[in-house]
């Protein structure tokens, strides 16, 4: 198996422009979720879902961010626009029927 | 979920054990204790976890006392690839929601 896998691994932006984040999470896994990571605030869960379904978004920041999942397959994280302060390493994860988490390797996003 | 507390950084000589601490004096009785460490640069990995026996696989042991007020991750034959940051999460069982992430513990391997 491939794992979890996110696209792109590194993006650069200028403030203002849209970023899409993508995932791919682990086949016959039924819930993914998305996380961000920045030094100052640690490891941060930002939406789940379950069956495709999203179940919590309490920890999106704002507006601003909006997430997606049309099937169990695919995921994406978008920003529009994007802010210097969303710089971070976002990370994709998978699970089965509640188990451990499985992490992807992340995308590190800097907006200039 | 049981808020934890773990000392923010442990030094271990190559080759020997590693134990790693955890404390959560408010854990639920439906809650388990779930350890993940991060290598640099890599996401979360998933390590072990338990309710209120002891727990061993390929990759740690978890030692949870008699109240479950606290336990013990132990990593019997530290190499330099255990260097990383470690999490001790408390949740429910069976949970489908997220996890989430305290400061953890930095485990540097000395060689």
């Known amino acids: 198996d491939a794992g979890v896998i996110q696209s792109p691994r590194h993006e650069v932006t200028e403030m203002g422009q849209e970023v899409t984040l993508r995932c791919k999470p682990i086949?016959?896994?039924?819930?993914l979720f998305w996380y961000r990571q920045t030094m100052m605030r640690g490891l941060e869960l930002l939406i789940y879902f379950n069956n495709n379904v999203p179940i919590d978004d309490s920890g999106m920041p704002e507006d601003r961010f909006s997430a997606k999942m049309p099937n169990a397959s695919f995921s994406t994280l978008k920003i529009q626009p994007s802010e210097p302060r969303d710089s971070a390493v976002y990370f994709c994860?998978?699970?089965?029927?509640?188990?451990?988490?499985?992490f992807g390797p992340g995308t590190r996003l800097t907006v200039l | 979920d049981a808020k934890t507390t773990q000392p923010p950084s442990m030094d271990c000589a190559e080759g020997r054990a590693a134990n790693l601490p955890c404390n959560h004096s408010?854990?639920?009785?439906?809650?388990?204790v779930y350890w993940y460490r991060q290598i640099h640069s890599q996401g979360p990995q998933y390590i072990i976890h338990?309710?209120?026996n002891n727990e061993t696989n390929e990759m740690a042991s978890l030692i949870i006392t008699e109240d479950r007020k606290s336990s013990t991750l132990i990593l019997p034959h530290a190499t330099l690839r255990d260097t990383a940051v470690y999490y001790c999460?408390?949740?429910?069982?069976?949970?489908?929601?997220?996890?989430?992430f305290g400061k953890g513990t930095h485990l540097i391997i000395q060689p």
């Open positions: 999460i408390v949740r429910v069982g069976g949970g489908a929601d997220g996890l989430t």
């Open positions: 338990g309710l209120k």
């Open positions: 408010t854990i639920s009785g439906n809650e388990y």
């Open positions: 086949s016959g896994h039924n819930s």
């Open positions: 994860a998978s699970s089965f029927a509640r188990d451990r988490q499985f």
